[in-house]
């Protein structure tokens, strides 16, 4: 993609402004998939969401792309927040702010007086940035970024770190009957909405941000089934999915 935006970008004002960006959001996504401490995943997970909000808003002279960036920002900066006060009560459920170290403790964070509003905490910050129902209606509008904003950002890579938080948090959250019952029903009504909004769909990118959130929902049903198999299903699709 970055090669291609060489070539599709050039000649565009401020282009290195958009590289630096993208670059920038790179940075922010790697460390958000190697962190094992709670905090430093929240400040790159927040960083990825002021990224996409410079990079939809690059052509800053477009109403529709300042409105939509904002718009963007504060869907999935809420939930970050959201996010934030779900990852302080795991801690005061934990005692750690270390994933690794809570895998080995799930039964006692599950049994915790504060698992409810963990659980809910949690789910709102992996919604919102993965565009589930019902807060999907940012992604679309998402793109009127450049195209390889979108090819990279919001088809592909931005859009899975929620899917990607809940896939660390199911052997710490998972398990449960309101996992199963809210993944599987969110999940599915996102699939559901998203199907039927392609097919109507004319406009290329639209098609695009419409096959990617009945992706996101199939990817968020599989993990609230929660199985060995549907697990295995989920990653091998996220893969297969990193290459449209």
């Given at each position: 993609i970055l090669l291609y935006a060489t070539s599709y970008m050039h000649g565009t004002p401020l282009v290195n402004r958009l590289y630096g960006y993208l670059y920038g959001f790179m940075f922010a996504m790697t460390g958000l998939v190697l962190a094992d401490?709670?905090?430093?995943?929240?400040?790159?997970?927040?960083?990825?969401?002021?990224?996409?909000?410079?990079?939809?808003?690059?052509?800053?002279?477009?109403?529709?792309?300042?409105?939509?960036?904002?718009?963007?920002?504060?869907?999935?900066?809420?939930?970050g927040m959201a996010l934030l006060?779900?990852?302080?009560?795991?801690?005061?459920?934990?005692?750690?702010?270390?994933?690794?170290?809570?895998v080995k403790d799930a039964g006692s964070i599950q049994s915790h007086a504060m698992y409810p509003a963990?659980?809910?905490?949690?789910?709102?910050?992996?919604?919102?940035?993965?565009a589930q129902f019902p807060f999907h209606f940012w992604l679309p509008n998402a793109m009127v970024a450049p195209t390889p904003i979108s090819a990279y950002l919001?088809?592909?890579?931005?859009?899975?770190?929620?899917?990607?938080?809940?896939?660390?948090?199911?052997?710490?959250?998972?398990?449960?009957?309101?996992?199963?019952?809210?993944?599987?029903?969110?999940?599915?009504?996102t699939l559901l909405i998203a199907g039927l909004s392609g097919l109507q769909q004319s406009d290329l990118k639209r098609i695009l941000a419409a096959t990617t959130l009945a992706v996101l929902g199939l990817l968020v049903l599989l993990l609230g089934i929660g199985t060995e198999e549907a697990v295995l299903a989920?990653?091998?699709?996220?893969?297969?999915?990193a290459l449209y």
């Open positions: 401490h709670l905090l430093l995943l929240f400040i790159f997970w927040e960083l990825t969401s002021i990224t996409s909000y410079l990079l939809i808003g690059f052509n800053c002279k477009s109403e529709s792309a300042r409105k939509n960036a904002l718009q963007a920002l504060l869907v999935t900066g809420l939930g006060a779900g990852f302080i009560l795991l801690n005061l459920a934990s005692g750690t702010w270390l994933l690794s170290e809570m963990i659980f809910i905490l949690v789910l709102l910050g992996a919604f919102t940035k993965s919001h088809s592909a890579t931005m859009v899975k770190a929620g899917v990607y938080l809940l896939a660390v948090m199911l052997p710490v959250l998972g398990g449960t009957l309101a996992w199963h019952i809210t993944l599987c029903s969110i999940g599915g009504i989920a990653m091998l699709f996220l893969l297969g999915h």
